[in-house]
């Protein structure tokens, strides 16, 4: 069974700090996804990544940086956290293949006061 | 890119009631559907997918259908139960990476 962890269920920063949320995956997937969610907006991406050291930008990216320097972990990293960062912030991963799902972390809600 | 539509926003049914949700999609070249049903607090599970060389597809009580021509594709829970009420996703895509997502779907079920 896929597993995919994420570091925090629950965090809460201050304006201005830099945050880092990590996501560790155990089936050796090369595609590794960071959303955001919120309510009546679905699922945005903001990056991902197919490979280590390889990432693109998705729908969100403005704010966000991101670190794949092994190919379980995938980082999303908060230059200077605002507060229209708070949010559900969910992982996910997937084989490079056609036709395999992404499967999805618990996810981080992430507060910035 | 893709753009994933999806239809109605919230949907109340009755338990034993059947349940559709209608997704409409824009890039013709997306040749995979999957659907994910997010309990509260939970993540997101893959609950059925279908690929577009496949017109429909059943798993139980859910069944997804395809409709190429008109780039839109539906879910249909029959004898809805209590235990299915969750935000469900559609989502489609072109390629081998990235999903795009409808907006979801709230479907609550009363006993």
């Known amino acids: 069974d896929v597993k995919v962890t994420q570091s925090s269920r629950y965090l809460v920063k201050r304006t201005g700090e830099k945050v880092f949320l990590e996501c560790v995956q155990d089936?050796?997937?090369?595609?590794m996804f960071w959303y955001r969610q919120d309510p009546g907006l679905g699922l945005r991406l903001i990056y991902f990544?197919?490979?280590?050291?390889?990432?693109e930008k998705g729908d969100i990216p403005e704010g966000y940086s991101v670190s794949r320097e092994k190919k379980e972990r995938f980082s999303l990293i908060l230059e200077s956290a605002s507060t229209n960062q708070t949010s559900m912030y969910l992982c996910?991963?997937?084989?490079?293949?056609?036709?395999?799902?992404?499967?999805f972390g618990d996810g981080t809600r992430l507060s910035i006061l | 890119g893709e753009n994933v539509e999806q239809h109605p926003s919230t949907l109340s049914v009755q338990e034993g009631d059947s349940a559709v949700i209608k997704c409409t999609y824009s890039d013709s070249a997306s040749n995979y559907f999957p659907w994910y049903k997010q309990e509260l607090g939970k993540r997101p599970q893959l609950i059925i997918d279908i690929r577009s060389n496949v017109g429909e597809k059943k798993d139980q009580r859910i069944a997804v259908t395809l409709n190429k021509t008109a780039k839109h594709f539906s879910l249909h829970i029959t004898e809805t139960q209590p235990e299915d009420s969750a935000v469900y996703f559609c989502?489609?895509?072109?390629?081998?990476?990235?999903?795009?997502f409808g907006k979801g779907t709230m479907l609550l079920v009363s006993p």
């Open positions: 996910a991963s997937s084989l490079i293949v056609f036709g395999q799902p992404q499967h």
């Open positions: 990544s197919y490979d280590v050291k390889m990432k």
């Open positions: 989502a489609a895509t072109p390629g081998y990476s990235t999903l795009t």
């Open positions: 089936m050796d997937h090369e595609n």
